[in-house]
């Protein structure tokens, strides 16, 4: 039987910040037996023009996304945020327009976010890796809350020999970065995001993990600036045992 | 009530920086949030019954006119008057003309939203009435002579502190002239001057939390019992209530209080449920001679009709404010117009106008947690997404945003143009970040770089490195 196709979605902040997230996620499917392909012509989910009331840019983004990932048996990407998107806005936006209608459900239909899709559909409950430590859990809002990830991570974070969980008070409580909401009332923004580096650094862990670039971004950089020792890597590069290289805002290596 | 939500920037600024309030706030989780987890993890059928909630609400604004009407026929025949009011001014007349007729000196109140809405304290008080707030909170808003920060506790920025303070200075010439600091004894102060209040009142005005089409009653919830003080005993008894408040049977009635009192305070059942239907009847011992019922529109039928009719279902419970980050953060008098939170930054856009109010859709991160919690199931993220959208078509947002979207959009909508280029400027950010991982200030940045350092970019984009990889494999 020939391998499941599964096209990346890279998301924007992996594909400008910290493309090994992409690696990681590539590796992972690769383990998990599928044929993974990067399509060329994808950009953004459209998230932030779709967020900032600009539904006809959101639109035309979408239908370039729908088109970039027509032929895939699945789509993948390392973000709730994004396939979050994908999923389950995608279809809202076209409602008056069936012939796209029907291709955003579709696409919607095979959309997952990456640890939803090892554990939920390629049925993986276990990882190698050689990453150890105490680790606590950030769970992003649209993955959480659009999607339903909790469980998937840490079940698979939790297969992990070295790996222990110290999960902190309020795990799914904002972080204060919604995107273009942290420039535009940074002063909220921080406030949330110090609430979160003190659960952080109250759980004692020494590594927070999370699913999403922007959230971790944004609480890296704060927990940076406030010169906490805590690491921050995406969950992918966990799991993929490639996170031997520098952390999230850490000086090269 | 005078609206200041076109400063609500500088609003949120004076919020953060307030220690009392950042630690009033800060009660709040454990207040509601965890009484409100800890009574719904009993209750398996909870999840259902958010599914009842949001069908017996959506039903009603199917047939609005209808229950209203059977509304009307019960509370007539019951010996009460109906009162339809269009806006807050005609509301207003209304309860001021009801006042005049009965020659009133004093009014009780119980907590009442719409109140709040069309300021009608200010009004009765031009007309030289007394007007007393007989809901704990409310009076001690009505000594500090501010609005109330949050719809079911609407004290709850003030510390105890403060409240002693206000008690003090108001309550001396009553001859109370001891510093209270024990919640117990400043309670029961207030009780004992609330108490004469109620006595010498000639009218009683209440809120509603929900009005039956099959009895004509209106119910209120409080855990004070000064509801039913201020329905039975002065000789008049109005109802200020907005059109959206009718169900259709006792039976819905019964599961929105279900669902209400474990959202709203996490408790199973509120201390009183207090139903009130029509005037003192013939051998009854208690209740009022004359009973109104004021129904207030002020846009609500305008809203029924188009993109903001979820929201009509809300039963105002307040989980949505106790779950919101931002609201945890700023508390409730950033909206400075009488519904703050989650559901103040989708309702008073609509009222006030998006010129007036647009910041307040902005002014969330789109967590989804208030959605998640509400009883009713409104889906407040999307309603403030639709604000943002009326924003854009109508070019409120600010100039510079408005230019940086726009030119981010059309390269985001060409990936031979968007690649490129993206792969051109992480090159020089990653250049100018010289391997130290992170920026701490950056030119254009600030509102980022004030407070959290910015991650340098990794490497070269993925997209860059992918190609060069595949071109090997």
Known sequence: MSKARIGLFVTCLVDLYRPSVAFASIKLLEDAGYRVEVPQSQTCCGQPAFNNGDFGSTCEIARQVIDAFADFDYVVGASGSCIGTIKMHYPELFEDDPEWLAKARDLSARAFELTSFLTDIAGIDSVESGFGGELTYHDSCSGLRELGIKQQPRKLLGSIEGVSIREMQHSETCCGFGGTFCVKFPEISTRLASDKVDNICNSKAQVLIGGDLGCLLNIGGRLQRLDKPVRVFHVAEVLADMADGSAIGEEET | MQSQSHRFKQNVSVALEDVSLQKALSRVQEGFVDKRAAVVSTLPEFEQLREQGREIRNHVLDHLDFYLRRFENRV??????????ENAEQARDIVRDICRRVEAKTVIKGKSMI???????????????????????????????EPPSHIIAPAIHKTRAQIS?????????????????TVPDLVNEAREVLRSRYLEADVGITGANFLVAETGSNIIVTNEGNGDLSCTLPRVHIVTASIDKVVPTLDDASALLRLLARSATGQEITSYTTFSSGPKRAGDADGP?????????NGRTEMLAGAFRDMLRCIRCGACMNHCPVYGAIGGHSHRWGYPGPIGSVLTPNFLGLEEAGDLANACTLNGHCASVCPVKIPLPDLLREHRRRQFERKLQPLPARLALAAWAGIARRPWIYQPLMATGIGMLRLLSRGRGKFKSLPMLGAWTRTRDLPA?????????????????
Do not use: C, M
């Open chain 2, 457 to 473: 970019p990794q490497s070269r984009t993925f997209q860059t490195l992918w190609k060069k990889q595949r071109g090997k494999r």
């Open chain 2, 165 to 181: 303070e206000l008690f003090y200075n108001a309550h001396q010439k009553l001859g109370y002239t001891k510093k209270l600091d």
């Open chain 2, 76 to 85: 007539q025949a019951l010996g009460g008057q109906v009162h339809w009011a």
């Open chain 2, 115 to 145: 109140s709040e809405e069309i300021a009608l304290n200010e009004a009765l008080e031009l007309d030289g009435l007394d007007v007393v707030e007989s809901d704990l909170g409310e009076y001690i808003l009505q000594l500090a002579q």
């Open chain 2, 289 to 297: 001679d004359e009973y109104h019922v004021v129904l207030l529109d």
